[in-house]
């Protein structure tokens, strides 16, 4: 019965004279998710309100999947449209709502009428009693709870009638593309992904980085970042997957640097790589799923000296949670399956036994001084080599 779906947001309705390009990049994600959804949409923006038309058959699941993945949409209402032909039409479309939606269940409910129309012949108050009479008197299980009620039944009075009792929740945040684009350093493990969901729910485009270290690390380790990026993309919108082949960097780090400072120092240098891709990408800063004293590279001291190579701002919107609000989300958004497939990336390749956990910057500089001789030419060549994989 259903054949359009009002949208409700949140945040944006308090942006003022700006809301309207909020509303535009809202319509559009909207629109993009649709376009795999079998069936007819158009989306239309009226007066505060976004609503999903469809044309003829459509899969209702579908689309209301793809709704609960973009960001920006509070509620998803599945609604009833009808011609304002005079009170008693309506009455009927009403009574006829609750019979089809409710059938015989013994329900408590409330009706609330809004009128956008102001020319309509009955007050909205009018409207609440009258149509609460005529549903006591077609629905003998249904009663009255103005106070609690198990159902809101909500009827909008515009150009068009709007017939509404359910909310499905949406995922809120800001429509992607409203914030600037940052660039995420992206590894096969759990928190990563999660740190990307975060910040792209914020209304920041993604793109990113993966360090692949061949023959350490398989075409499998590879091809699940590529799952797991997709994985993102399905709430995110598109990303730009860069694959950089860091083999030659780690081995020199190893041969050259003492092994306790590995992971600082490769972390130091990922960094730089990830800044020099979200340059060229337009970005304007990181993204990481580092959380304090997760691992011996996310400590304090170890953040303050792998930050120092940064001249963009580096976010971490995990910093503060512990694996298991980590690991939640990574459920509810669908990449725990596959970040706990058993395929090692070059972090885990390459971790010391005994990793420094409160690293001294002046050491670690100097200890990069070993490494001038040719790290120059290998962080070029791993730029300039890069597989660049577009992940729709």
Known sequence: MFKAF???????????????????????????????VEGTFS?????????VLTDGAFDYDGAVEALRRVFGIAGICPVVIAEDT????????VVDYVKEVYGGQEKTFKVCARRAKKTYPMSSMELNSELGGRILDACPNMKVD??????????????SIYLYSETIPGPGG?????????????????????????????????????FHAPPYTSERAKQKVVDLARQVARYSGPIRLHVVNFTEIQLYIYEKCPHDELTIIMRRYMMKLAEMFARQDGCLGLITGESIGQVASQTMHSLAVTNEVCTMPVFRPLIGFDKQEIVDISEKIGTYETSVLPYEDC???????????????????????????????????????AELIEIS
């Open 146 to 159: 103005v106070h609690d009620p198990d159902v809101y039944l909500n009827v909008e009075i515009r150009q």
């Open 86 to 93: 005079g009170f008693e039409d309506l009455a009927k479309a």
């Open 347 to 385: 972090c885990t390749i390459f971790v010391a036994k005994h990793p420094v956990t409160k690293p001294n910057l002046n050491i670690i500089r100097r200890s990069e001084t070993h490494l001038a001789e040719k790290i120059d030419g290998m962080m070029e060549t791993a730029f300039a080599t």
């Open 43 to 51: 989306v239309t923006r009226e007066m505060g309100r976004i609503y």
């Open 6 to 36: 009002l949208i409700k947001y949140a945040e944006i309705g308090i942006k003022g004279k700006n809301r309207h390009i909020f509303e535009e990049a809202l319509c559009r994600r909207m629109r993009h998710a649709l376009a795999e």
């Open 174 to 210: 800001m429509p992607v593309g409203t914030n600037g684009q940052a660039m995420l350093l992206l590894s096969g493990g759990i928190d990563s992904p999660v740190a990307g969901y975060m910040i792209a729910k914020r209304g920041v485009k993604i793109d990113a980085v993966y």
